[in-house]
């Protein structure tokens, strides 16, 4: 036992931080600013320290000694938010788990694996391999589960497997005060006492630090058969998933580009589909109800006066077309060279999607901003990312303005302000606003798990008045 | 408006309850004992009185008065529950939802039915047949959505179309003080705020009283098969499941009868098929690939010795099938005239359960009880039940301690105490001993919504003190 080396050149919690954690625990420039935000464009300030936690423990340890100082916590893990939600603020420490990443079990028979918050879903899906097996849900882009599960993420599977709450069975997190727990159950179902599993998820690390994740996992599909669609309007196409969505047509996929989105791709990548509204979709499943499904989908595609611009059931071709969509957002960019995007998330039930997106393109048109449209349209979910050009303060302006008019008209028609990328900073008020008369509860029960408050301040809820 | 007329014959807060809601609330002994119980064993003692709320706006009146008085209040809609969920004590109000049986809207194109918290699944699927969808979830038992909802119940169609939690969108809830709040959104997926939608979901009326309940919709399928097949042993009929959901096989339905329960059925219906484990298998989608689906289940069943004894695509011949597991219980009962069941409720991870049904059948021999079982083996639930010959003590006692055992071999294996009936009276220990480690933060939450402790005290948690 040696006594902890006095440090004075560091805050005492950081100096209670380092006596526990050790090397663990950096206060080193580079690795602070690298640490302090996400993929947004949302502001953040530098933290105090980073601690880097290799184990539940670790979390533990690092949690108790900011409680004791009253010391906000912003918990991390792939920094690839669109909210800001893992965006540090002046005097904050920042609980990076990111090194947390050893895959603990894959219990193959019972469809489920447990991981360390850290691992990536691309790691994840490459140890599944030998099983047969995928982790089906979240979003294309690869983030780490503690992050899609704290997000409630999502992406082009959500409609066939669910996002991440229906992908999430069991937790590890630890509370504020460094006490840790065990939330639901490896079960695939439970009716046993209440679901704290999904008060956790979603909670964006204001309520407890998520350290271990149980997912539930999928066979990989013996066969798929993708198709490319381009159809005369927005109607048709949503028209049209619709009418597969209420069919006993399975869809794994179903993906909306817009027309803008489409001549960005053809200018960028070379993408060849005719410019116009564009469906991509997707069916698994054995090799013979793949071609049935398909060819069952294709007869309703008529109905709406689409036509088929490609179809195949080989995965690299399919891999070819499904990264048209996988590069939209890079063609939108390079539309304005040096732009950068605001990206909006709203989701509206399917029937409204239409009239939500016609009238965003017409307000969008009267602001002469760019941003192209895509869409989970099976969910009701689109992205328009609006094209910020390089210092243009006006177009930002605009950009934000546009984006809350584009909140109110889905709040209006019943949406949420967030179908994927969560709340973070960005969508403090629309949520307060979505969620009026529930937000004194969700205060409740963040006041009764986080009393002094230190579970990443000022994201999600707006504390004290809305 | 007339002064309420003073009853001195009643408590206080029936007094007041009767000046607000009228001829809603009744004191006749009758109704109170009708209104004292569910369907289980458990005990219960006469309320105060029945109000029998036909509006939020009833709940929210007689929840402020109750919560004014410190009274206790027991949420109650079919009373078709089997833990005592609904059971009332001495000094409490029930605060019946069965009258707010009104369907609000059916969203046929976004797939979802807002409806009130009496209305029956069977009155909710009545209404949806011209709309060809179905609320999928839920119990083969007729049962109020609110009920289910909070209940977190499930049943046959689980492992296909998951349980009340994954077919809850959003909530009207009244909580403890008579304030409501709307949680969760009619759309497809959201990541804005905390999911308060799934803290009440099986809260089981303790955090907050649900008066309307937005579910998910599913189309009916145009075509189905389903086949009863015979197993040499249990290990081979949960290989043979493990299998096909391992495979992109989708089954809809996969239910295990045991020997015993066999046997049962052949004495009381007639039921002739082999006594033998059994399996009844359904698949659903469009006429041929019920059919592909269904000759690869039978390909695989091949490879476990299992042998078909029958098989149908005719609604009616698959409905007379089916029949045969709905009367599993009553057949059982049979077996020991005048009996009442102790059904159990454990749920496993599904590789453990053939250890886990083996070591409760060597077990259940050695007590000499007779206990058919019968389980949702997709999902690792599995029910005995456990017949209590009438007046016998000594059964009962042995049942419970049965039951007891069971719990600790479910939990001991990762599993849950409750799959699907809720934590009630019966599994407030169970859950106690299944969440220690989560179980002040649970408190913590009942705390903050429910400061009183009005809302079904002594269900679910038992509060200071496990």
Request: net charge negative; glycine share 10%.
């Amino acid at each position: 036992m040696t006594a902890p080396l006095k440090n004075t050149s560091v805050s005492p919690v950081v100096h209670d931080l380092i006596a526990a954690l050790g090397s663990k625990v950096s206060t080193e420039p580079e690795l602070l600013d690298s640490r302090a935000h996400d993929r947004s464009y949302h502001s953040w300030e530098q933290p105090l320290a980073v601690v880097q936690a290799t184990s539940t423990h670790d979390v533990s340890q690092a949690l108790r000694i900011c409680h004791q100082h009253h010391t906000p916590v912003v918990p991390r893990g792939s920094g690839t938010g669109l909210e800001g939600g893992s965006n540090t603020t002046a005097g904050s420490i920042c609980l990076d788990v990111s090194a947390m990443n050893r895959i603990l079990n894959v219990a193959a028979d019972d469809l489920y694996a447990n991981v360390e918050a850290g691992v990536m879903k691309s790691e994840l899906n490459d140890a599944l391999k030998e099983h047969h097996l995928q982790f089906a849900a979240g979003p294309g882009v690869d983030a780490s589960v503690g992050g899609m599960a704290a997000t409630s993420a999502s992406g082009t599977t959500a409609v066939h497997y669910g996002t991440l709450k229906e992908n999430v069975l069991a937790l590890t997190v630890v509370l504020a005060d460094g006490s840790i727990i065990r939330t639901g159950s490896t079960t695939k179902k439970s009716s046993s006492g209440y679901d704290l599993t999904h008060l956790f998820v979603g909670s964006e690390g204001t309520l407890g630090v998520i350290t271990e994740v149980t997912l539930t996992l999928h066979p990989i599909p013996e066969a798929a058969r993708m198709g490319v669609w381009s159809l005369p309007s927005l109607q048709q196409a949503v028209d049209l998933v619709v009418k597969a969505l209420r069919s006993s047509l399975r869809v794994t996929r179903v993906e909306l580009l817009d027309r803008v989105t489409v001549d960005a791709l053809a200018r960028y990548t070379g993408y060849s589909a005719p410019v116009s509204e564009t469906l991509m979709v997707e069916f698994v499943g054995g090799p013979s109800e793949v071609e049935s499904q398909y060819a069952r989908f294709a007869e309703l595609a008529e109905q709406y006066d689409a036509a088929e611009h490609a179809s195949t059931t080989d995965p690299g071709e399919a891999g070819r077309l499904w990264q048209a969509r996988h590069d939209a957002l890079p063609a939108a960019l390079a539309l304005i060279p040096g732009s950068a995007p605001l990206t909006t998330d709203v989701c509206v039930p399917i029937s409204k999607l239409p009239e939500c997106i016609l009238a965003t393109k017409e307000d969008l048109n009267s602001t002469g901003l760019v941003a192209p449209i895509v869409g989970h349209v099976g969910d009701g979910n689109f992205h328009l990312a609006i094209l910020l050009p390089p210092g243009d303060a006006e177009a930002e302006s605009k950009a934000h303005q546009l984006n809350a008019r584009l909140l109110d008209r889905a709040l209006a028609v019943g949406g949420t302000c967030t179908g994927e990328h969560g709340v973070g900073i960005g969508k403090v008020g629309a949520m307060a606003k979505e969620h009026e008369s529930a937000l004194e509860t969700m205060r409740s029960i963040k006041a009764s798990l986080d009393p002094r408050g230190i579970l990443n301040a000022g994201k999600v809820l707006a504390l004290g008045g809305s």
